[in-house]
């Protein structure tokens, strides 16, 4: 079963400009990670955020989470051309699968 | 250098013709798993194993097999392939199951079933 989906599926921005993507799971959750992909290659791990946190840094990377609404943001900050791939958070509950939404493409044009 | 390495990166091979995809780590982790991807559907768990001989079905189980003799080895075995397998395979892994630490991926292996 798909517990987290992002939104939005596509986005494309300019560069210098900031993104932010969505992501809305379904179940209760110990922690929530956000990965990035590049082009068909293995993820990546972003940024953990635990359920008792309500907003993370990294860089230029801010992820916030919000359990009353069961969603999570991540916002990428003066994106770069080499911010371009697909997005996907992760919702990780002890004892159960990990489980994936579908993702973000995200596009930073020059 | 950690990582997570799979074999092969690219796979191309007849219905019915038993293969298997390779996944190897050299981080000591105790949690392995394996994912297929499929455009819109991001990806989804296959099998995962939570220590040496210690496997579940995750997701999507139907039409695979793995085994967890080793603490580095996490085969993932397609006894009878069929097109519908053709996908972006993925072996991941961590050191714990808990959700707690970050999840390592392999590059992935391309399957294409004709």
């Known amino acids: 079963s798909q517990q987290g989906e992002e939104d939005p599926q596509a986005l494309s921005i300019q560069e210098g400009e900031n993104a932010t993507m969505n992501c809305s799971y379904k179940?209760?959750?110990?922690?929530l990670q956000w990965y990035r992909q590049n082009s068909g290659r293995g993820l990546v791990h972003l940024i953990l955020i635990r359920s008792n946190e309500r907003e993370k840094h990294s860089g230029r990377l801010r992820v916030t989470l919000d359990t009353s609404k069961k969603s999570s943001s991540l916002l990428i900050t003066a994106s770069r051309a080499a911010d371009t791939a697909s997005y996907f958070c992760a919702t990780l509950n002890y004892g159960q699968n990990f489980v994936f939404g579908p993702g973000t493409r995200l596009s930073v044009l020059p | 250098e950690a990582q997570v390495t799979q074999n092969p990166r690219y796979l191309i091979t007849v219905t019915g013709k038993k293969l298997t995809v390779t996944c190897s780590q050299n981080m000591n982790h105790e949690y392995m798993s394996w994912y297929r991807q499929d455009p819109g559907l991001g990806l989804r768990q296959i099998y995962y194993s939570m220590n040496v001989e210690v496997t579940d079905k995750g997701d999507v189980p139907e039409g695979y097999k793995v085994s967890r003799k080793e603490k580095r080895n996490f085969p993932l075995i397609l006894e009878s392939p069929s097109p519908n397998q053709t996908s972006l395979y993925f072996c991941?892994?961590?050191?714990?199951?808990?959700?707690?630490?970050?999840?390592?991926f392999g590059q992935g292996t391309r399957l294409t079933v004709v």
């Open positions: 991941a892994s961590s050191s714990s199951g808990t959700g707690s630490t970050e999840a390592f």
């Open positions: 179940t209760s959750i110990n922690n």
